[in-house]
């Protein structure tokens, strides 16, 4: 008997897409360790944190494809890009990232709705609620930095601007911890 519950179209997509939320965990973790070289503490745990976040991603991915019984295929991750030039770029980087994984998390969307998949495309619901979140949270930071002076931010700018994001939780919730409400 076949448990297989994936189509192998959908299975290979979904194991790409693993690989994706690798490689936006490799991101963020070279920017947070070179905001952390250059002495952007809460940057750097802002980044550190969202490093984790991609990783619980890619757990969940995994464990839904294992769920119904599919082929999870674990491959090598890309390099990350080289590093951000000032912290503006960073954060342009990160948002350009973000927007790069929402049309591959559409694409899977799109996808499971041909095929007529819906608990595929019911579990994409939540990545889609995700990005969105994402998204406005690197648009958020990237306008605090334009006020503060964008490629031109002062130190004592800078300064704030990394002050605030020490402030922010160190907490990211494991995938299995997640839920469409609190994701
Ligand atoms: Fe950027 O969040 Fe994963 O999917």
């Known amino acids: 008997m076949d448990k ?17 939320e690798a490689h936006a965990s490799q991101i963020y973790l070279s920017y947070a360790s070179w905001a952390a070289s250059q002495g952007f503490g809460g940057i750097a745990n802002f980044l550190f ?18 769920k119904r019984c ?13 590093n951000p030039a000032t912290i503006h770029s960073c954060f342009e980087k990160v948002f350009e990232h973000e927007v790069d994984n929402t049309k591959s998390v559409y694409k899977l969307v799109k996808m499971s709705f041909e095929e007529e998949d819906w608990a595929t495309w019911n579990f994409m619901q939540w990545f889609v609620k995700e990005q969105v979140e994402e998204e406005t949270l690197a648009i958020n930071l990237i306008d605090k930095l334009k006020m503060a002076g964008g490629e031109k931010a002062s130190s004592y700018a800078l300064y704030s601007f990394d002050r605030d994001l020490e402030k ?9 911890d997640v839920t469409t409400e609190n994701p």
Request: glycine residues 2%.
């Open 70 to 82: 599919g082929d999870a295929h674990i491959t090598a991750i890309p390099a990350p890009p080289e």
């Open 168 to 176: 922010a939780s160190d907490k990211s919730i494991s995938a299995q």
């Open 4 to 20: 297989n519950r994936l189509s192998k179209t959908l299975s290979v997509a979904l194991n790409i897409q693993i690989t994706k």
């Open 49 to 66: 944190r969202h490093a984790q976040e991609e990783r619980n991603h890619m757990m969940k991915i995994l464990e839904y494809i294992l």
